[in-house]
């Protein structure tokens, strides 16, 4: 019973040691533009604040604050 307990407990740290990991790495990104007003055509989201661009294509559109934690 113990080994069982080890083990469960051991594979529950395991991941949440993985999901911080992933959660807190940063993307990369060339060139991020905040603070303006982006036209993204899309219908559930028409209008953005910030884009981010990695050489020449664009890797993320959303609100300021959520770009600058993502890159």
């Known amino acids: 019973m ?3 307990v080890s083990a469960t407990l051991l594979l529950i740290f395991s991941a ?3 999901l911080m990991v ?3 790495t940063k993307h990369e990104a060339h060139m991020l533009l905040v603070n303006g007003v982006v036209y993204t055509l899309a219908a559930d989201h028409p209008v953005a ?3 981010a661009i990695r050489g020449n294509t664009i890797v993320a559109v959303g ?5 600058r ?3």
């Open 2 to 4: 113990n080994q069982k």
């Open 16 to 18: 949440g040691t993985f």
């Open 22 to 24: 992933v959660n807190s």
């Open 49 to 51: 604040q910030s884009v």
């Open 63 to 67: 609100s300021s604050d959520d770009l």
């Open 69 to 71: 934690r993502q890159f």
